[in-house]
């Protein structure tokens, strides 16, 4: 096949030298002149424009290439080189949207000039538009069809839409034509990208250390293996530092003699400190569901909040984050050099980073070291390596006693759960909608035990799928439902059957329910019982399924990757579900479903518990994050005191704690942050919400008057977008879920009405005060 598509290319380029050359625009269908052409010899022709092009081309004065380009298409739309330029001088200026449409426009005259696909679609994937970009990478293809690197584009687009079984076998196009050892390790990395989301999570790490070894200095295959060592059991804890390790023994030595002393930071230790939070994550995306919390609360007495985005698009929570933090700075398709700059330029005393090894990370930033003090935070469960990050923030359950020569960084473990859960991130105000509310368990209708799990699939190795398939022979009447990305495709769920079969599961008890964003959380309707994978456990998987009121089975493991649902139960008082081996395991299983009325009684009444742990406490957490974030900076300004004396320096420390400002005594008032930027105060934002409330009931009283209900008008509207503004800052806000009540009320949605008002009288009979340490 692939011979076949040079031959027909060859004779494409043929066919287009001699047709396109003459300036005829009916050449192609004036016979006589073809022959005329083919007689004489042939005159090459150039356009004086194009030397003035390649020159502002190749000296990348952007403004002045812009520029003649749009001349040359003034005079002549149909300017090869004036198209092929335009789109890549205004990207290199930074204006997407004009590059993307100049881009587009010039495809629909060239949709066949390889050199202007190539381009475009490697905008389309710097700014994540892959479902835009796939269709023209497949075009290219099929003009560059022995180019290695368009098939690998090919499947990096695919992955970010969830077409594994085709990023995979594009990967495999890449691999067998590549020339080069970049090729090959680029081609390396798709298919290891798509192998982990397969399942094949071995196969996976092998082929990041395969593109290691042939591109050492290429930071996303470190990066890859680490994240996927995370969920290999043949994995050792030791083995993962040491990866880490030797990340960054190639990234961080060149940049650790440049690192600024900021001798300048020194002063009053009790000063307002500038936080910076370092994240492509802001958006929608699980790491939002334990942040947002934090971003909203964290005490702005002592902290001014910097919110550094790495990722190109915005989406609604992207907006909702610019409305929590002080600050919100793009940093997205900057070199790490200028992104170290920027964030030094803003003075930050403490940069925490959100990441880790996972995608679009700014390690290779913080090795720069542009804050004084570093710290890194909830994206990833084990340590980055680097010595340019002080400190690892955690918890005391996650990372127990012993596990420090495990990471680089000092830990920072807090006395409480360090991340604040929000259930229905992407959707806040359907926390409160009647389809999210617990429902009985579903063994009640339908008369057996249904397991399951929502678990990326990535995690569910042949280990685990052989002890899900002993639990179900024990239990000849119960069901698997396993939910998860690629279920929708008829040949993946059979292969996917076919391999459960392999592990001793009947494919005829196992329920695939293809991941659909749109109904998170549905699933869990229709299950009985969570069964957690292993190693890497849950960790947004293990809060959702526990709010949703369904009991977990988790295996308790040593290392951080496998104690993240150890962590969660532990903090929820919910121990007895951990097992220490696969036999606890199915025994747990076995007695939570041995009684169906109790199951049902204990998850009818689990969420309540739930809300109320310090799962979902953002006053808990925040008073605790408050905390580590001072004593990081007296630590490092007593270091910076008295660098040789240990002893002075707790001394100092002491000192300034007992000098505390009473202004900082008690707990932060509570603020809700507008589009405007504006912060107010919560109860300022109580007295708009029942002003807006008053004047909404006042008119509709004088439509009711006039015969003339008309549709919701734009004052109900305001009270639903401040309301969930609130709710966002505090959730289970009792004034913004009245008001929410009052709007619904006045649109006949009763049953959402009902429902706001029973979660307002909740919220007011529950009152919780602070718990310090």
Known sequence: MIKRLIFLESCKTLRLAVVRKPDHPNYRNTPHLQEKHRMKPMVQHVDPIDAQLRAAHSAQDWRRLTQLCK????????????????????????????????????????????????????????QARHLDALPLLEQLCALRPTDSSGWSKVAQSCYSIGLHEKGFGSAMVAYNLAKTDMERAAAL?????????????????????????????????????????????????????????????????????????????RGDPWRKLKIGFLSPDFRVHAVMCFAEGILAQLDRRQFEVYAFHLYPKDDLVTER??????????????????????????????LIDMTGHTGNNALLTMVRKPAPVQVTWLGFVATTGLTAIDYYLTDEIITPPGVEPLFSETLFRLPTYAGSYRALSRNPLWRYQPLFAVRPTPALRNGYITFGSCNNLGKLTDDVLR???????????????IEGKGFGKAEFADSYRARCAQQGIDPDRIDLIPLDTNKQYLAYHDIDIALDPFPLTGGTTTCDVLWMGVP????????????????????????????????????????????????????????????????????????????????MWLRWQAQQDFPQDAQARERAIATWNA?????????????????????????????????????????S?????????????????????????????????????????????????????????????????????????
């Open 321 to 350: 984050v610019k409305c929590h933090v002080d600050h919100f700075i793009r940093l997205s398709g900057m070199s790490h050099d200028a992104q170290a700059e920027r964030i030094r330029s803003h003075e930050i005393d403490i």
């Open 467 to 481: 002890l899900w398939g002993q639990l179900l022979q024990q239990m000849p009447t119960a069901r698997l439902l």
């Open 552 to 631: 977990l089975v988790s295996m308790e493991g040593h290392s951080s990757p496998s104690r993240m649902s150890t962590d969660a139960l532990t903090h929820l008082g919910r121990t007895e579900w951990l097992a220490q081996t696969p036999e606890q395991y199915l025994a747990i299983a076995k007695d939570l479903a041995s009684d169906i009325e109790r199951l049902n009684t204990f998850r009818l009444g689990f969420r309540d518990e739930v809300e109320h742990s310090r799962l979902m406490r953002d006053d808990i957490v925040c008073h605790h994050f408050a905390e580590a974030l001072r004593t």
């Open 189 to 265: 990395t798709q298919r290891a990208i798509h192998r982990r989301e397969l399942g094949q999570i071995r196969d996976a790490v092998e082929d990041c250390t395969a593109a290691i070894a042939l591109t050492p200095t290429d930071p996303a295959n470190h990066t890859n293996r680490l994240l996927f060592m995370l969920g290999d059991p043949d994995t050792s804890a030791e083995q993962l530092a040491e990866a880490a390790r030797e990340y960054a023994s190639i990234f961080e030595p060149p940049h650790k003699p440049h690192w600024p002393t900021y001798a300048e930071r």
């Open 659 to 699: 000098a505390r400002p009473a202004a900082l005594d008690g707990p932060p008032p509570l603020q809700v942050g507008l589009p405007s930027g504006e912060k107010i105060l919560l109860t300022e934002a109580h007295q708009r919400l029942q002003n807006l409330v008053n004047r909404a009931l006042a008119n």
């Open 701 to 773: 009283k004088d439509r009711v008057a006039r015969s003339a209900p008309g549709p919701m008008n734009k004052q109900w509207i305001a009270i639903t977008e401040l309301a969930e503004l609130v709710l966002c800052a505090v959730p289970n806000d009792a004034v913004a879920l009245a008001c929410l009540a009052e709007v619904e009320h006045a649109h006949g949605h009763t049953d959402f009405a009902v429902t706001y008002l029973q979660y307002a009288t909740k919220a007011l009979q529950y009152t919780a005060p602070l718990v310090s340490h």
């Open 71 to 126: 001349q040359a298409l003034r005079k002549k739309g149909r300017h090869l080189l004036a198209h092929r330029y335009l789109g890549y001088s205004l990207k290199m200026q930074r204006q997407i949207e004009p590059a993307i449409q100049a881009f587009k426009q010039a495809a629909i005259y060239f949709p066949d000039d390889a050199e202007l696909l190539a381009n475009y679609t490697n905008l389309l994937l710097e």
